[in-house]
C-alpha cells in the first residue's frame, strides 16, 4: 500500500538496501498500540503489530444507554508484570453531562479481560482533559485550563486533583511528562520566553510542590514568527516541538536533548498532509 503512495515513498522502499531490516527490527518488537474507534461506535480496535502480519482484537466500548454519560478522554498503557509478561490497561474518563461549570467524572477500566466502572466520582472543572501520563499504577490528566491535574489509579481505583498553583501567563502551552526518576513533570512555554521544566517536588494531598528544574532556549520560535508551534512530547531526555511557518509549508519537528543541552530537527511532516498528528512514547517490550 505505501509502495503506491508516491515516486518517493516507492523509491525509499525499493533502493534503501536497509530498509527491509530497519523495518522488520520495529516492527516485531513493539507493544500493542490503541487505534481511534472504529465505524462501529462502541468498539476500540487494539493492535498488536508482528512481523509479519497485524493482530486486531476488538474492545467492545458499550457502557449503559444512559444518555448522561459520556467518554470525554481514553488514556491506554502496557504494564510491565514480570519479566516476561505484560498487560494493557485503558481507562476511560466519563463524564457526567450537566449544564454546570463543575462536572463530575467517573472512570471506566479494562485490564485485558472486560471493562469496569469504578464506583470513583470525582468534581473539577468543565474544560478538556489533555493527554495522559501514565506513571507507577497511576494515569495523570492534566487540565486544559492548567489549573489542575486529575490522577487515576486503577488498581486502588483511588481518584484525586492535583493543583498547579503558580501563575499561568496568556498564550502559556502547557504539556505534562515523567523525568527519568519517575517524577511527574510539567512544561511550560511561552513564545517570548524560554520553555520552564517543573517537577512535582512534594505530591502531598494538602500541599504538592512544583519545582522550576530547567530553563531551555528556543530560538526556533524566538528569533522568527511562527505561524504555529506547539510542545509535544517530554519523556526526561527528549523534548519535541512541533513547528510551522506557514499554511503550505513542511511542519518541522525539533528535539532537544536534555542530556546534550543541543536542539536539532528530527523529524518532518509534509505540508501536502492535511491530518491532524499526534504524537505517542512506545517503549520497546
Given at each position: 500500500m505505501m509502495r503506491c503512495t508516491n515516486r518517493s515513498i516507492r523509491s525509499?522502499?525499493?533502493?534503501?538496501?536497509?530498509?527491509?531490516?530497519?523495518?522488520?527490527?520495529?516492527?516485531?518488537?513493539?507493544?500493542?498500540?490503541?487505534?481511534?474507534?472504529?465505524?462501529?461506535?462502541?468498539?476500540?480496535?487494539?493492535?498488536?503489530?508482528?512481523?509479519?502480519?497485524?493482530?486486531?482484537?476488538?474492545?467492545?466500548?458499550h457502557?449503559?444507554?444512559?444518555?448522561?454519560?459520556?467518554?470525554?478522554?481514553?488514556?491506554?498503557?502496557?504494564?510491565?508484570?514480570?519479566?516476561?509478561?505484560?498487560?494493557?490497561?485503558?481507562?476511560?474518563?466519563?463524564?457526567?453531562?450537566?449544564?454546570?461549570y463543575i462536572r463530575t467524572y467517573r472512570f471506566k477500566i479494562n485490564a485485558g479481560d472486560s471493562w469496569r466502572l469504578s464506583k470513583t466520582r470525582i468534581p473539577c472543572s468543565a474544560s478538556e482533559f489533555m493527554k495522559p501520563?501514565?506513571?507507577?499504577?497511576?494515569?495523570?490528566?492534566?487540565?486544559?485550563?492548567?489549573?489542575?491535574?486529575?490522577?487515576f489509579n486503577h488498581e486502588t481505583e483511588q481518584a484525586r486533583r492535583i493543583p498547579i498553583k503558580f501563575h499561568r501567563k496568556r498564550d502559556t502551552k502547557l504539556l505534562l511528562g515523567a523525568s527519568d526518576d519517575h517524577q511527574l513533570t510539567l512544561i511550560s512555554a511561552r513564545e517570548e520566553e524560554a520553555i520552564s521544566v517543573f517537577a512535582l517536588e512534594n505530591n502531598s494531598l494538602t500541599d504538592p510542590k512544583w519545582i522550576l528544574v530547567r530553563l531551555i532556549e528556543f530560538e526556533a520560535v524566538q528569533q522568527s514568527k511562527q505561524l504555529y508551534w506547539n510542545v509535544e512530547v517530554f519523556d526526561g531526555k527528549c523534548l519535541l516541538v512541533r513547528t510551522m511557518k506557514d499554511q503550505d509549508n513542511d511542519t518541522l519537528v525539533h528535539g532537544y536533548d536534555l542530556r546534550a543541552n543541543k536542539w536539532e530537527v528530527v523529524g518532518l511532516i509534509p505540508g501536502w498532509c492535511d491530518a491532524n498528528r499526534d504524537f505517542y512514547q512506545f517503549k520497546p517490550s
Amino acid at each position: 500500500m505505501m509502495r503506491c503512495t508516491n515516486r518517493s515513498i516507492r523509491s525509499h522502499i525499493f533502493d534503501d538496501p536497509t530498509f527491509e531490516i530497519r523495518y522488520f527490527s520495529r516492527v516485531g518488537s513493539n507493544p500493542p498500540f490503541l487505534v481511534r474507534p472504529s465505524s462501529t461506535p462502541r468498539q476500540w480496535s487494539l493492535l498488536r503489530r508482528k512481523s509479519p502480519h497485524n493482530k486486531f482484537r476488538f474492545l467492545d466500548h458499550h457502557l449503559s444507554d444512559d444518555p448522561s454519560y459520556k467518554t470525554t478522554s481514553t488514556a491506554f498503557a502496557v504494564d510491565q508484570i514480570d519479566r516476561t509478561t505484560q498487560r494493557f490497561i485503558i481507562v476511560c474518563v466519563i463524564k457526567l453531562v450537566s449544564l454546570s461549570y463543575i462536572r463530575t467524572y467517573r472512570f471506566k477500566i479494562n485490564a485485558g479481560d472486560s471493562w469496569r466502572l469504578s464506583k470513583t466520582r470525582i468534581p473539577c472543572s468543565a474544560s478538556e482533559f489533555m493527554k495522559p501520563v501514565y506513571l507507577d499504577g497511576t494515569f495523570h490528566w492534566l487540565k486544559e485550563d492548567g489549573r489542575s491535574i486529575i490522577a487515576f489509579n486503577h488498581e486502588t481505583e483511588q481518584a484525586r486533583r492535583i493543583p498547579i498553583k503558580f501563575h499561568r501567563k496568556r498564550d502559556t502551552k502547557l504539556l505534562l511528562g515523567a523525568s527519568d526518576d519517575h517524577q511527574l513533570t510539567l512544561i511550560s512555554a511561552r513564545e517570548e520566553e524560554a520553555i520552564s521544566v517543573f517537577a512535582l517536588e512534594n505530591n502531598s494531598l494538602t500541599d504538592p510542590k512544583w519545582i522550576l528544574v530547567r530553563l531551555i532556549e528556543f530560538e526556533a520560535v524566538q528569533q522568527s514568527k511562527q505561524l504555529y508551534w506547539n510542545v509535544e512530547v517530554f519523556d526526561g531526555k527528549c523534548l519535541l516541538v512541533r513547528t510551522m511557518k506557514d499554511q503550505d509549508n513542511d511542519t518541522l519537528v525539533h528535539g532537544y536533548d536534555l542530556r546534550a543541552n543541543k536542539w536539532e530537527v528530527v523529524g518532518l511532516i509534509p505540508g501536502w498532509c492535511d491530518a491532524n498528528r499526534d504524537f505517542y512514547q512506545f517503549k520497546p517490550s
